[in-house]
Every structure is written in structure tokens, then in C-alpha cells.
């Protein structure tokens, strides 16, 4: 079992054991089952049809839907969402934070947070978030990922958010957080799931389909704004018992930290988090259901080296491929690596793990435009290096290419690429 699916599988078993009932029966091998045939947006399914869930670096620019199943499949579901979908809030889109200014003093309203509001109780969100954030953040090896533990905790409209956990460096800020619906259940919608966090992501913006709101989640620091990128959230079953639906539900987003961000020792970042009904408005003017939720926190930004490898490139089956440069972050080192498409009426996206259509999870590949792709690897490179590509899968994007091979190609590498990595 690939390290990949053990880290999944890790966090997909906390999620199960402390989003079910003790006296539940064991939902485990169904989410063990789904894990292992989940798919990404433009994979074919069993009946030739093509799935429509957007996934970070497929090319899709559509925001999942609401979960529509029972606690297994909503975990299940995660599997698919932990993979760098550009999503947030699983039924709603992701995204884009408005431009509000750097953090300032100044009377906080009240639900705004503070380094001095802490939270007392939080009953299983904590350990969810930290859960999906260690996806995120894979340089941080097993146990509590790396980052500044926040815990600040606003109460308000019904609802409890609580800011967890932070890391930043020159690249990327990565939070976590949870969202509590305290309301009766018969004050919540039975189709919603309750209460649920609405950002837009940077790739999002202006798709169809996306609501055009001013009422958005965001993030801003001094540097200026960062958008959102990558996240993933826990979402209740609207079927869910009363109970379940007050649960705290997890949720992870990365941002992408704008140019000219510093390393320093303390950086003062401003999280603002709006809440509504199904984890979307559903018209441009419509205030949040709750909230929004201001946290004002500092934490340190950590330098991220950048290894220039030259255009190293490398030669499989017929198509090239080439390893640009390694930004060898501490927690979330990435390789840029770009390739011409071999067809182009396929979409192309490269894979470092052995996954057969996504049968076993990746860590998070992402577009970067002009044939580039920013591969997550598994560990910060230390002296004599390696990234390797497994894979080039190919997903049908003209009527022609569905007509000749609706399910899609893919070309085995491996594409193997060797460096020296400066010492730190």
C-alpha cells in the first residue's frame, strides 16, 4: 500500500470514527470500498459517462454539489474532495477572497476574533482539521502537522467557527478550521446539511454557475490578498439525525501567497469566513446565513527555497517531459513540471503515483497553464534528490476524442528526474 493511500486512509478512518455513533455499525470497508474506486472530474464511470465533480488540476471548473448520502458515502465523498479539488464547502464553490485591506486596529466586531479569544471546548473538530490539513501539508510527516496551533473561537447567529491551525511560507498559507450549527434541527433546512463555509477559487471566478457575491470568504495578510486555491471540507448528510448535524465539521483551504511575500517571524493575516444554508447564496445581494466570522491572527512566514534544475528533461513512450525547477518548501514542496500534450484533444494531466485512473489517491496535482503542472511530493528534497511522473492520463475534451475513446488514454512513464538539493 502506497504511502499516499495509508496517509487517506489515516484520515479517513478518524473522520469515520468520530463522525459516527458509537453504537453505529462499522462504516469502514465502505469508505475503504470508495477510497479505492473514487474518481476525479472527466473520468469515465462503469456506464461510459463521465463524472462532474471539479478536482484541482483537471482542467473542470464546476464546484461539487451537495452530499446526497448517507454518513458512509459523505465520507466516502471525501475521498474524492481531499484531492485538491478546487472546492470548499463540498456544495458550494470555492473561492476567491475580496480585497478588505490588511489587518488594522480598531473596535472588532463581535464576531471578530482575536489572538486573546480562545476557544474552552471543542468537541472532534480540532482533530478532524488536523487530519485534513496533514494532506495538505505532507512534509510534516505523521502526527500533528506542521503549523501554529490558532484556537480562537467565535460564537454567533447560530453558529460556532473555530480557527484551528495555520502555516504559511513564501507559497502557500494553509488553515484549518471548523463550523458548528448550533440551531434546533427544525430551524435547519433538511435539504441543506446545514451551515457551511462560501469562498470562491481563483479559477472559479466568473465560471457558470458560480454566484457572483460580495459576501465571500477571504484571506488577507500584509503582503496583500491570497487566493484560494485548494481546500476540502467535511459536509453532513442533510439526513442526518439532529444530533450529527450539530457535530463540528472540518474543513482545510490553501491559499497561494501573492509575489514579493518575505519569510518573517511574525505576519499578521485577517480570515474572514461567511456562512450560509448549502454553502452558497443564492442570489448576488444575499447577506450570510451567519456570520460572516473575522479572525485576526500572526504566525510566522517560513522561507521556501527554489531549486533551478536547468530544463532537466526526460524521454518515455514518445513524449518529454520536463522538470523546470523544485520549490522545496518545508511542508509543502512542489515540482513544476511541464510537457507538451501528445494529443490535444485530450486533456493531460501528469500523476506521481501508480493510480490507474485514480483507483488509488495522489497527492494534489495542480494547473498551472501553459503545459505546466505543480506536483505535490511527498517530502522535502534533501541532497541527492528525485521526482518522478508514473503517469500521463488523458481525459476526451472534443466530441471526436469521445467518439474514438470516451474512457479516456493514459501513458506510462515512469519519467524519472535526478538533482542535487542545496543544503539548508
Same mark, same amino acid.
Given at each position: 500500500?502506497?504511502?499516499?493511500?495509508?496517509?487517506?486512509?489515516?484520515?479517513?478512518?478518524?473522520?469515520?470514527?468520530?463522525?459516527?455513533?458509537?453504537?453505529?455499525?462499522?462504516?469502514?470497508?465502505?469508505?475503504?470500498?470508495?477510497?479505492?474506486?473514487?474518481?476525479?472530474?472527466?473520468?469515465?464511470?462503469?456506464?461510459?459517462?463521465?463524472?462532474?465533480?471539479?478536482?484541482?488540476?483537471?482542467?473542470?471548473?464546476?464546484?461539487?454539489?451537495?452530499?446526497?448520502?448517507?454518513?458512509?458515502?459523505?465520507?466516502?465523498?471525501?475521498?474524492?474532495?481531499?484531492?485538491?479539488?478546487?472546492?470548499?464547502?463540498?456544495?458550494?464553490?470555492?473561492?476567491?477572497?475580496?480585497?478588505?485591506?490588511?489587518?488594522?486596529?480598531?473596535?472588532?466586531?463581535?464576531?471578530?476574533?482575536?489572538?486573546?479569544?480562545?476557544?474552552?471546548?471543542?468537541?472532534?473538530?480540532?482533530?478532524?482539521?488536523?487530519?485534513?490539513?496533514?494532506?495538505?501539508?505532507?512534509?510534516?510527516?505523521?502526527?500533528?502537522?506542521?503549523?501554529?496551533?490558532?484556537?480562537?473561537?467565535?460564537?454567533?447567529?447560530?453558529?460556532?467557527?473555530?480557527?484551528?491551525?495555520?502555516?504559511?511560507?513564501?507559497?502557500?498559507?494553509?488553515?484549518?478550521?471548523?463550523?458548528?450549527?448550533?440551531?434546533?434541527?427544525?430551524?435547519?433546512?433538511?435539504?441543506?446539511?446545514?451551515?457551511?463555509?462560501?469562498?470562491?477559487?481563483?479559477?472559479?471566478?466568473?465560471?457558470?454557475?458560480?454566484?457572483?457575491?460580495?459576501?465571500?470568504?477571504?484571506?488577507?495578510?500584509?503582503?496583500?490578498?491570497?487566493?484560494?486555491?485548494?481546500?476540502?471540507?467535511?459536509?453532513?448528510?442533510?439526513?442526518?439525525?439532529?444530533?450529527?448535524?450539530?457535530?463540528?465539521?472540518?474543513?482545510?483551504?490553501?491559499?497561494?501567497?501573492?509575489?514579493?511575500?518575505?519569510?518573517?517571524?511574525?505576519?499578521?493575516?485577517?480570515?474572514?469566513?461567511?456562512?450560509?444554508?448549502?454553502?452558497?447564496?443564492?442570489?448576488?445581494?444575499?447577506?450570510?446565513?451567519?456570520?460572516?466570522?473575522?479572525?485576526?491572527?500572526?504566525?510566522?512566514?517560513?522561507?521556501?527555497?527554489?531549486?533551478?534544475?536547468?530544463?532537466?528533461?526526460?524521454?518515455?513512450?514518445?513524449?518529454? %517531459? *520536463? !522538470? @523546470?525547477?523544485?520549490?522545496? $518548501?518545508? #511542508?509543502?514542496?512542489?515540482?513544476?513540471?511541464? =510537457?507538451?500534450? +501528445?494529443?490535444?484533444?485530450?486533456?493531460?494531466?501528469?500523476?506521481?503515483?501508480?493510480?490507474?485512473?485514480?483507483?488509488?489517491?495522489?497527492?494534489?496535482?495542480?494547473?498551472?497553464?501553459?503545459?505546466?503542472?505543480? %506536483? *505535490? !511530493? @511527498?517530502?522535502?528534497?534533501? $541532497?541527492? #534528490?528525485?521526482?518522478?511522473?508514473?503517469?500521463? =492520463?488523458?481525459? +476526451?475534451?472534443?466530441?471526436?476524442?469521445?467518439?474514438?475513446?470516451?474512457?479516456?488514454?493514459?501513458?506510462?512513464?515512469?519519467?524519472?528526474?535526478?538533482?542535487?538539493?542545496?543544503?539548508?
Amino acid at each position: 500500500m502506497s504511502e499516499q493511500r495509508r496517509r487517506l486512509e489515516g484520515a479517513l478512518r478518524g473522520c469515520a470514527e468520530r463522525g459516527a455513533p458509537a453504537d453505529t455499525v462499522d462504516l469502514w470497508p465502505a469508505v475503504r470500498e470508495r477510497v479505492g474506486g473514487a474518481r476525479v472530474e472527466g473520468t469515465p464511470t462503469d456506464d461510459g459517462r463521465t463524472d462532474g465533480g471539479a478536482r484541482a488540476g483537471s482542467g473542470a471548473r464546476r464546484p461539487l454539489r451537495p452530499v446526497q448520502a448517507p454518513l458512509a458515502v459523505a465520507l466516502a465523498a471525501l475521498s474524492v474532495l481531499i484531492l485538491g479539488l478546487i472546492v470548499f464547502a463540498a456544495s458550494g464553490p470555492v473561492g476567491e477572497f475580496v480585497e478588505n485591506g490588511p489587518p488594522g486596529p480598531g473596535a472588532p466586531d463581535p464576531r471578530e476574533a482575536t489572538e486573546s479569544d480562545r476557544s474552552d471546548s471543542v468537541t472532534g473538530g480540532e482533530e478532524v482539521s488536523d487530519g485534513l490539513l496533514a494532506h495538505y501539508l505532507p512534509g510534516g510527516g505523521e502526527g500533528t502537522p506542521p503549523g501554529e496551533e490558532i484556537d480562537q473561537t467565535k460564537t454567533a447567529d447560530g453558529a460556532k467557527v473555530t480557527l484551528e491551525r495555520a502555516y504559511a511560507d513564501e507559497g502557500v498559507v494553509v488553515v484549518g478550521y471548523s463550523v458548528q450549527d448550533l440551531r434546533d434541527a427544525r430551524e435547519i433546512d433538511e435539504r441543506s446539511g446545514g451551515l457551511q463555509p462560501f469562498f470562491v477559487g481563483t479559477n472559479d471566478e466568473g465560471q457558470p454557475g458560480i454566484p457572483s457575491s460580495p459576501h465571500r470568504g477571504s484571506l488577507v495578510g500584509e503582503g496583500g490578498d491570497y487566493g484560494l486555491i485548494d481546500g476540502t471540507s467535511m459536509v453532513a448528510d442533510p439526513r442526518s439525525s439532529p444530533e450529527e448535524l450539530r457535530k463540528p465539521m472540518a474543513h482545510a483551504s490553501v491559499f497561494e501567497a501573492p509575489e514579493g511575500l518575505e519569510p518573517s517571524r511574525d505576519h499578521r493575516f485577517r480570515l474572514e469566513v461567511p456562512l450560509y444554508e448549502s454553502g452558497s447564496p443564492t442570489r448576488e445581494d444575499q447577506e450570510p446565513d451567519a456570520g460572516p466570522f473575522v479572525f485576526h491572527f500572526e504566525i510566522p512566514v517560513r522561507a521556501t527555497p527554489v531549486v533551478e534544475l536547468g530544463q532537466q528533461k526526460a524521454t518515455r513512450n514518445g513524449v518529454t %517531459l *520536463t !522538470l @523546470e525547477r523544485v520549490v522545496d $518548501s518545508p #511542508s509543502r514542496p512542489q515540482a513544476i513540471v511541464c =510537457f507538451d500534450p +501528445p494529443d490535444d484533444d485530450y486533456l493531460w494531466r501528469p500523476s506521481t503515483a501508480p493510480t490507474g485512473f485514480q483507483r488509488e489517491e495522489p497527492l494534489p496535482v495542480r494547473e498551472l497553464g501553459g503545459g505546466c503542472w505543480s %506536483l *505535490t !511530493l @511527498e517530502e522535502p528534497a534533501e $541532497s541527492r #534528490s528525485s521526482v518522478t511522473v508514473t503517469e500521463l =492520463f488523458g481525459y +476526451p475534451r472534443t466530441e471526436q476524442a469521445m467518439q474514438e475513446d470516451e474512457d479516456g488514454k493514459q501513458i506510462r512513464g515512469p519519467w524519472t528526474f535526478e538533482f542535487e538539493a542545496p543544503a539548508p
